[in-house]
Protein backbone atom coordinates (compact mmCIF):
# COMPACT_ATOMS: atom_id res chain seq x y z
CA UNK A 1 0.00 0.00 0.00
CA UNK A 2 1.33 3.47 -1.29
CA UNK A 3 1.16 6.55 1.10
CA UNK A 4 0.30 9.29 -0.76
CA UNK A 5 1.45 12.91 -0.90
CA UNK A 6 -2.72 14.03 0.08
CA UNK A 7 -2.52 10.85 2.60
CA UNK A 8 0.28 12.53 4.71
CA UNK A 9 -1.31 16.00 4.42
CA UNK A 10 -4.54 14.80 6.20
CA UNK A 11 -2.24 13.16 8.59
CA UNK A 12 -0.22 16.26 9.00
CA UNK A 13 -3.21 18.39 9.02
CA UNK A 14 -5.10 16.40 11.99
CA UNK A 15 -1.54 15.64 13.39
CA UNK A 16 -1.31 11.72 13.71
CA UNK A 17 -1.22 9.07 11.15
CA UNK A 18 -4.61 7.89 9.90
CA UNK A 19 -5.39 4.26 8.42
CA UNK A 20 -4.69 4.32 4.58
CA UNK A 21 -6.45 3.79 1.56
CA UNK A 22 -9.35 1.03 1.57
CA UNK A 23 -9.75 1.66 5.38
CA UNK A 24 -13.56 2.16 5.70
CA UNK A 25 -12.84 3.84 8.76
CA UNK A 26 -10.87 6.56 6.86
CA UNK A 27 -12.60 6.48 3.85
CA UNK A 28 -16.15 7.72 5.88
CA UNK A 29 -13.86 10.24 7.53
CA UNK A 30 -13.00 11.43 4.15
CA UNK A 31 -16.60 11.71 3.00
CA UNK A 32 -18.02 13.66 5.74
CA UNK A 33 -17.36 16.94 4.61
CA UNK A 34 -19.65 18.57 7.09
CA UNK A 35 -21.19 20.90 4.14
CA UNK A 36 -24.46 21.65 6.06
CA UNK A 37 -22.59 22.70 9.20
CA UNK A 38 -19.98 24.75 7.50
CA UNK A 39 -22.24 26.39 4.66
CA UNK A 40 -25.65 26.24 6.37
CA UNK A 41 -28.71 24.22 5.95
CA UNK A 42 -29.37 25.22 2.45
CA UNK A 43 -26.05 22.90 1.89
CA UNK A 44 -26.35 19.43 2.21
CA UNK A 45 -23.30 16.80 3.34
CA UNK A 46 -22.28 14.19 1.19
CA UNK A 47 -22.60 12.02 3.28
CA UNK A 48 -25.30 12.93 6.06
CA UNK A 49 -23.49 11.37 8.83
CA UNK A 50 -21.18 8.60 9.97
CA UNK A 51 -23.45 7.41 12.76
CA UNK A 52 -22.76 5.46 15.54
CA UNK A 53 -19.70 2.69 15.13
CA UNK A 54 -22.29 0.23 17.64
CA UNK A 55 -25.49 0.58 16.88
CA UNK A 56 -27.37 2.25 19.80
CA UNK A 57 -24.94 4.20 21.41
CA UNK A 58 -24.66 8.04 20.44
CA UNK A 59 -21.55 10.18 21.45
CA UNK A 60 -22.83 14.03 22.01
CA UNK A 61 -19.95 15.54 24.01
CA UNK A 62 -18.20 19.14 24.09
CA UNK A 63 -14.96 19.79 23.88
CA UNK A 64 -13.80 22.60 26.46
CA UNK A 65 -10.34 24.29 26.69
CA UNK A 66 -8.57 27.62 26.44
CA UNK A 67 -7.17 28.45 22.80
CA UNK A 68 -4.28 26.45 21.74
CA UNK A 69 -4.70 23.08 23.92
CA UNK A 70 -5.20 21.20 21.22
CA UNK A 71 -9.05 20.14 21.02
CA UNK A 72 -9.01 20.72 17.11
CA UNK A 73 -7.13 18.14 16.44
CA UNK A 74 -8.74 16.14 19.50
CA UNK A 75 -11.89 16.37 17.68
CA UNK A 76 -10.64 14.87 14.50
CA UNK A 77 -9.54 12.26 16.26
CA UNK A 78 -12.49 11.23 18.08
CA UNK A 79 -14.88 11.89 15.28
CA UNK A 80 -13.23 9.33 13.58
CA UNK A 81 -12.94 6.84 16.35
CA UNK A 82 -16.56 7.38 17.48
CA UNK A 83 -18.45 8.17 14.52
CA UNK A 84 -19.59 11.64 15.20
CA UNK A 85 -19.77 14.41 13.78
CA UNK A 86 -16.32 17.42 14.21
CA UNK A 87 -19.03 20.53 14.47
CA UNK A 88 -16.52 23.57 14.97
CA UNK A 89 -18.03 27.06 14.76
CA UNK A 90 -14.51 28.79 14.54
CA UNK A 91 -14.44 26.35 11.05
CA UNK A 92 -17.59 28.16 9.75
CA UNK A 93 -16.49 31.32 10.74
CA UNK A 94 -13.19 30.83 8.84
CA UNK A 95 -15.10 29.16 5.89
CA UNK A 96 -17.22 32.15 5.87
CA UNK A 97 -14.65 34.54 5.45
CA UNK A 98 -13.27 33.04 2.60
CA UNK A 99 -16.22 33.47 0.53
CA UNK A 100 -16.04 37.18 -1.33
CA UNK A 101 -18.18 39.98 0.61
CA UNK A 102 -20.89 40.23 -1.64
CA UNK A 103 -21.71 36.03 -0.83
CA UNK A 104 -21.31 37.18 3.01
CA UNK A 105 -24.78 38.03 5.28
CA UNK A 106 -23.80 41.35 7.44
CA UNK A 107 -23.76 39.05 10.70
CA UNK A 108 -21.23 36.72 9.37
CA UNK A 109 -18.70 39.93 7.76
CA UNK A 110 -19.04 41.11 11.29
CA UNK A 111 -18.46 37.78 12.82
CA UNK A 112 -15.37 37.47 10.85
CA UNK A 113 -14.43 40.74 12.31
CA UNK A 114 -14.72 39.92 15.50
CA UNK A 115 -12.83 36.78 15.24
CA UNK A 116 -10.02 38.67 13.14
CA UNK A 117 -9.31 40.80 16.79
CA UNK A 118 -9.11 37.80 18.33
CA UNK A 119 -12.86 39.06 20.38
CA UNK A 120 -15.68 36.74 20.94
CA UNK A 121 -18.37 37.03 18.58
CA UNK A 122 -21.37 38.31 19.98
CA UNK A 123 -23.80 35.81 21.43
CA UNK A 124 -26.62 36.34 19.34
CA UNK A 125 -24.59 36.00 16.26
CA UNK A 126 -23.42 32.43 17.52
CA UNK A 127 -26.63 31.50 18.78
CA UNK A 128 -28.40 32.49 15.16
CA UNK A 129 -25.66 30.23 13.12
CA UNK A 130 -25.70 27.64 15.45
CA UNK A 131 -29.93 27.73 15.65
CA UNK A 132 -29.53 27.73 11.64
CA UNK A 133 -27.76 24.59 11.91
CA UNK A 134 -29.37 22.69 14.64
CA UNK A 135 -30.41 19.57 12.30
CA UNK A 136 -26.53 18.82 12.86
CA UNK A 137 -27.12 18.50 16.56
CA UNK A 138 -30.32 17.17 17.17
CA UNK A 139 -30.60 14.63 14.29
CA UNK A 140 -27.12 13.00 13.68
CA UNK A 141 -25.45 10.13 15.01
CA UNK A 142 -23.69 12.50 17.79
CA UNK A 143 -21.24 15.15 17.61
CA UNK A 144 -18.47 16.88 18.68
CA UNK A 145 -18.50 20.66 19.98
CA UNK A 146 -15.67 22.17 19.49
CA UNK A 147 -15.49 25.75 20.25
CA UNK A 148 -18.79 25.99 21.72
CA UNK A 149 -20.40 26.80 23.94
CA UNK A 150 -18.23 29.30 24.74
CA UNK A 151 -20.46 31.78 27.09
CA UNK A 152 -23.04 30.62 30.03
CA UNK A 153 -25.92 31.95 27.68
CA UNK A 154 -24.74 29.64 24.70
CA UNK A 155 -24.45 26.82 27.05
CA UNK A 156 -28.33 27.52 28.42
CA UNK A 157 -29.28 27.61 24.69
CA UNK A 158 -27.73 24.59 23.79
CA UNK A 159 -28.95 22.63 26.70
CA UNK A 160 -32.68 24.26 25.68
CA UNK A 161 -32.87 23.22 22.23
CA UNK A 162 -31.22 19.45 23.21
CA UNK A 163 -34.09 19.55 25.85
CA UNK A 164 -36.77 20.13 22.70
CA UNK A 165 -35.90 16.85 21.38
CA UNK A 166 -34.96 14.96 24.84
CA UNK A 167 -31.74 14.71 24.09
CA UNK A 168 -28.75 15.03 26.74
CA UNK A 169 -24.97 15.67 26.26
CA UNK A 170 -22.47 12.28 26.68
CA UNK A 171 -19.53 14.77 28.66
CA UNK A 172 -17.81 17.59 28.75
CA UNK A 173 -14.18 16.95 28.28
CA UNK A 174 -11.87 20.04 29.58
CA UNK A 175 -8.53 20.05 27.96
CA UNK A 176 -6.31 21.67 30.38
CA UNK A 177 -2.90 23.61 29.65
CA UNK A 178 -0.34 25.61 31.50
CA UNK A 179 -0.90 29.52 30.04
CA UNK A 180 3.12 29.37 29.00
CA UNK A 181 2.76 26.47 27.09
CA UNK A 182 -0.46 27.71 25.22
CA UNK A 183 1.30 30.91 24.38
CA UNK A 184 4.14 28.69 22.85
CA UNK A 185 2.38 26.81 20.59
CA UNK A 186 -0.34 29.17 19.30
CA UNK A 187 2.77 32.49 18.77
CA UNK A 188 5.05 29.37 16.69
CA UNK A 189 1.93 27.78 15.11
CA UNK A 190 2.50 28.21 11.09
CA UNK A 191 -0.33 26.87 8.55
CA UNK A 192 0.50 26.66 4.82
CA UNK A 193 -1.71 28.77 2.89
CA UNK A 194 -2.50 26.25 -0.01
CA UNK A 195 -2.99 22.65 1.57
CA UNK A 196 -3.46 24.00 5.17
CA UNK A 197 -0.53 21.79 7.12
CA UNK A 198 0.33 22.90 10.35
CA UNK A 199 3.98 23.49 11.32
CA UNK A 200 5.86 25.07 14.80
CA UNK A 201 8.81 27.65 14.07
CA UNK A 202 11.20 25.42 16.90
CA UNK A 203 8.84 22.27 17.95
CA UNK A 204 7.83 21.11 14.24
CA UNK A 205 9.98 23.58 11.74
CA UNK A 206 9.22 23.25 7.91
CA UNK A 207 12.58 22.38 5.73
CA UNK A 208 12.76 25.50 4.38
CA UNK A 209 11.62 28.09 6.55
CA UNK A 210 8.14 29.69 5.62
CA UNK A 211 7.34 27.00 2.87
CA UNK A 212 5.24 24.04 3.09
CA UNK A 213 6.93 20.86 3.40
CA UNK A 214 4.09 19.21 1.61
CA UNK A 215 3.07 20.97 -1.41
CA UNK A 216 5.95 23.93 -1.29
CA UNK A 217 2.92 26.45 -0.25
CA UNK A 218 3.52 29.91 1.68
CA UNK A 219 3.20 29.08 5.39
CA UNK A 220 1.58 31.95 7.21
CA UNK A 221 0.60 33.12 10.65
CA UNK A 222 -3.02 32.89 11.60
CA UNK A 223 -4.43 36.25 11.90
CA UNK A 224 -5.86 35.16 15.55
CA UNK A 225 -2.34 33.36 16.48
CA UNK A 226 -0.56 36.99 16.34
CA UNK A 227 0.40 37.63 19.85
CA UNK A 228 -2.04 40.80 20.62
CA UNK A 229 -4.88 38.88 19.82
CA UNK A 230 -3.67 35.48 21.55
CA UNK A 231 -4.12 37.92 24.54
CA UNK A 232 -7.05 38.93 24.08
CA UNK A 233 -8.42 35.35 22.89
CA UNK A 234 -6.93 33.86 26.32
CA UNK A 235 -8.79 36.99 28.40
CA UNK A 236 -12.27 36.19 26.60
CA UNK A 237 -11.28 32.52 27.54
CA UNK A 238 -11.09 32.91 31.41
CA UNK A 239 -13.78 35.87 31.54
CA UNK A 240 -16.62 34.12 29.31
CA UNK A 241 -15.26 30.20 28.80
CA UNK A 242 -13.95 28.93 32.19
CA UNK A 243 -16.96 29.59 33.69
CA UNK A 244 -18.58 26.73 32.20
CA UNK A 245 -16.40 24.39 33.96
CA UNK A 246 -18.25 25.05 37.17
CA UNK A 247 -21.90 25.13 35.13
CA UNK A 248 -20.63 21.15 33.63
CA UNK A 249 -19.39 20.41 36.98
CA UNK A 250 -22.84 20.76 38.31
CA UNK A 251 -24.26 18.71 36.03
CA UNK A 252 -21.87 15.94 36.58
CA UNK A 253 -20.50 15.88 32.79
CA UNK A 254 -16.99 17.86 33.44
CA UNK A 255 -14.06 15.43 32.30
CA UNK A 256 -10.95 17.02 32.57
CA UNK A 257 -8.07 16.11 30.65
CA UNK A 258 -4.07 16.97 30.60
CA UNK A 259 -3.21 18.17 27.21
CA UNK A 260 0.63 17.45 27.97
CA UNK A 261 2.30 14.95 25.20
CA UNK A 262 1.73 14.04 22.00
CA UNK A 263 -1.66 14.34 20.09
CA UNK A 264 -1.84 10.23 19.59
CA UNK A 265 -1.06 10.15 24.55
CA UNK A 266 -3.62 12.92 24.82
CA UNK A 267 -6.33 10.86 22.58
CA UNK A 268 -5.61 8.11 24.23
CA UNK A 269 -6.07 9.65 27.67
CA UNK A 270 -9.69 10.76 26.50
CA UNK A 271 -10.67 7.65 24.81
CA UNK A 272 -9.89 6.00 28.36
CA UNK A 273 -12.00 8.34 30.19
CA UNK A 274 -14.48 7.84 27.87
CA UNK A 275 -14.87 4.37 26.80
CA UNK A 276 -16.64 3.73 30.81
CA UNK A 277 -19.36 5.69 29.57
CA UNK A 278 -20.33 3.42 26.83
CA UNK A 279 -20.52 0.55 28.64
CA UNK A 280 -22.47 -2.70 27.43
CA UNK A 281 -21.69 -1.54 23.79
CA UNK A 282 -18.12 -2.89 22.39
CA UNK A 283 -15.14 0.35 21.27
CA UNK A 284 -12.17 -0.20 19.50
CA UNK A 285 -9.47 1.57 22.09
P1 LIG B 1 -11.71 28.71 17.28
O1 LIG B 1 -11.26 28.12 15.99
O2 LIG B 1 -12.70 27.87 18.02
O3 LIG B 1 -10.55 29.17 18.15
O4 LIG B 1 -12.53 30.05 16.91
C1 LIG B 1 -11.92 31.11 16.21
C2 LIG B 1 -12.64 32.40 16.53
O5 LIG B 1 -14.01 32.33 16.11
C3 LIG B 1 -12.71 32.76 18.00
O6 LIG B 1 -11.53 33.42 18.45
C4 LIG B 1 -13.92 33.69 18.02
O7 LIG B 1 -13.61 34.95 17.49
C5 LIG B 1 -14.85 33.01 17.03
N1 LIG B 1 -15.72 32.01 17.69
C6 LIG B 1 -15.76 30.67 17.43
N2 LIG B 1 -16.68 30.06 18.17
C7 LIG B 1 -17.24 31.02 18.94
C8 LIG B 1 -18.25 31.01 19.95
N3 LIG B 1 -18.87 29.87 20.32
N4 LIG B 1 -18.57 32.19 20.56
C9 LIG B 1 -17.98 33.33 20.21
N5 LIG B 1 -17.01 33.42 19.27
C10 LIG B 1 -16.64 32.27 18.63
Known amino acids: MVVTASHARLCDYIGVSIPLKNDPVRNDLLKNDRATWLHGSAAECSQKSLGAPEPGYVWRLV ?7 GKGTQAELLTK ?3 ACHLSTGDVFRAASKQRDCDQSPAMKAATDYMRRGQLVPDSI ?8 SDC ?3 CGGFILDGFPRTLAQAESLQALMATENVSLTAVVNYELPVEQILHRLSGRRTCEHCKAVFHVTDRPSKVTNKCDHCGGDLYQREDDRVESITVRLEAYERS ?3 LIQFYKNMNLLMPIVSEGSPDEIFAGTLLKLTPLASGHRISV
Open 241 to 243: TAP
Open 81 to 83: RLG
Open 63 to 69: LLGAPGV
Open 137 to 139: ILH
Open 126 to 133: VWEMVRER
